[in-house]
């Protein structure tokens, strides 16, 4: 007489997701490298001071040498000058994350890679921030490197566009930001573009030769490389086109995280990431701004 079988369990279904391997590390050198390829004002600040950021609040620490006087020497006594180097804190308190939501269904019917589509996406997110942050340290500007006023900014045309974008220029080389090694740089949008490209003096990118402009540049005007960004937007009828040196300010970040976990009450995955970041305007003299009326000229 055979003996009688136990009944066995079946089985859990399993679930193969997109992210099955997802490996968070991986993901996040991707993103950071997709960070640092096309945001404009990236091209346009300096990392100098980055350093190891782990957390939001973290502190760079910029120690600037104090100048250094020459005097005439009139008799064999040399007197020495103290000098007392100028700390400055950059602080990484910009904070922001992202947190989307992928249905499972959604997944199996997509043709194209989700997770790298929705990183694709999350860049261009932190790049708007970013940028528009990065330009709003306009507000650092000098007044004796200000083109135009609040009260009376300036109306641009395709015959004014090139004098104005010289007294830009003119603005930094004035103020001593402007020497060998170190090339300007403006970024402007893309209804300032229209009047540039309309401009007989602008030298577009195809014709600068073998100089080598910022990656995005789309020229030359004034000796200045031309970046466009639609993030440059009117605030009070006005635009503050930005120019400046590499000098002019420092910038830190950290992707400082990127994970997948599954959602408990639903058929889905669950991404989420934190970037940290911040920027200071270490040498003002080195930054110049035109307020550029959103009304052109007649």
Sequence with gaps: ??????????????????????????????????????????????????????????????????????????????????????????????????????????KVQSSMDIMEAHLGNAQKAIEEVQDSYLLGLQSDVPTANVVGSEASPISLSKSSIYENFVKLALALKNANAVH??????????????????????????????????????????????????????????????????????TFASQLSKIESLRDKDSFSDLVRGLYLYGAKTVQPNALAKMIVSTTPAS
């Design 1 to 106: 007489m055979a003996e009688p079988t136990t009944p066995t369990t079946p089985a859990a279904p399993t679930y193969s997701t997109t992210y099955s391997t997802f490996i968070p590390e991986i993901w996040s050198q991707k993103l950071n490298q997709m960070l640092e390829k096309n945001c404009v004002m990236l091209q346009c600040v300096n990392r100098n001071w980055e350093g190891d950021i782990k957390n939001q609040g973290d502190t760079v620490k910029i120690i600037t040498p104090a100048s250094v006087s020459v005097s005439t020497l009139t008799s064999e006594d040399i007197t020495y000058s103290t000098l007392t180097p100028t700390s400055l804190d950059l602080v990484i308190d910009q904070r922001k994350f992202f947190a989307f939501k992928i249905d499972d269904v959604a």
């Design 180 to 249: 060998a090694g170190v090339r300007p740089w403006v970024v402007i949008n893309p209804t300032i573009e229209s009047y540039l490209l309309q401009s007989t003096e602008f030298i577009s990118a195809h014709k600068v030769a073998d100089e080598t402009l910022r990656e995005g540049s789309i020229g030359r005007i004034a000796g200045m490389d031309v970046l466009v960004s639609t993030n440059l937007t009117a605030v009070d009828s006005k635009y503050y086109v930005l120019a400046g040196t590499n000098e002019a300010i």
